[in-house]
């Protein structure tokens, strides 16, 4: 019998029985560990879809677990586009300045670093993509007029409160 590695987007289990068209065979040129991250890597791709990134943004994410590191590297690789990458980890801080993510900050120097970046103006978008309810605040009081967020976070059974007042 010849096994082949597959790729199936699928919940998260030990094991599925799927059709044979749901399954995209890895290619044996990608390291099967860099294929565990392609579910990941297609809701970093449609989140930055969703922020439609522009020339002369500032684009600030909040939180740099897998998916926030995912969508900070593709931003961080478009002209004219600059972001800031935010987490209270120091390793994760660390990992996305390995990765080539200029603008690193730890939760509350944020702020400071957008009034600089943008000359006072605020971010024109926010990934909130940290899982913690709080930072959607967070996000809002960092933008620019007519900013926009992006939440991709799962609160799970935690309230998100927002003062919009």
Not at 38 to 62: F, K, Q, S
Not at 93 to 103: E, F, K, L, S
Not at 107 to 117: K, L, N, S, T
């Amino acid at each position: 019998m010849l096994f082949r590695s597959v790729f199936v987007l699928h919940p998260h289990q030990s094991w599925c029985h799927v059709p044979a068209q749901s399954a995209q065979r890895i290619p044996d040129d990608v390291d099967t560990q860099a294929a565990l991250f392609a579910a990941n890597m297609e809701t970093a791709i449609t989140i930055v879809h969703d922020l439609r990134p522009a020339l002369g943004e500032v684009v600030v994410v909040m939180g740099l677990g897998i998916v926030g590191l995912l969508v900070s590297w593709l931003v961080s690789r478009m002209q004219g586009v600059t972001l800031i990458a935010v987490d209270p980890l120091a390793w994760r801080r660390d990992v996305a300045q390995r990765i080539g993510i200029t603008h690193v900050a730890h939760p509350g120097d944020e702020q400071a670093m957008v009034e600089i970046i943008s000359a006072q103006r605020g971010a024109d978008a926010v990934v909130e993509v940290s899982g913690n309810p709080s930072a959607l605040d967070s996000a809002i009081g960092l933008l620019a007029v007519e900013g926009r967020v992006i939440v991709a976070s799962w609160y799970g059974t935690k309230a998100a409160t927002l003062q919009l007042g």
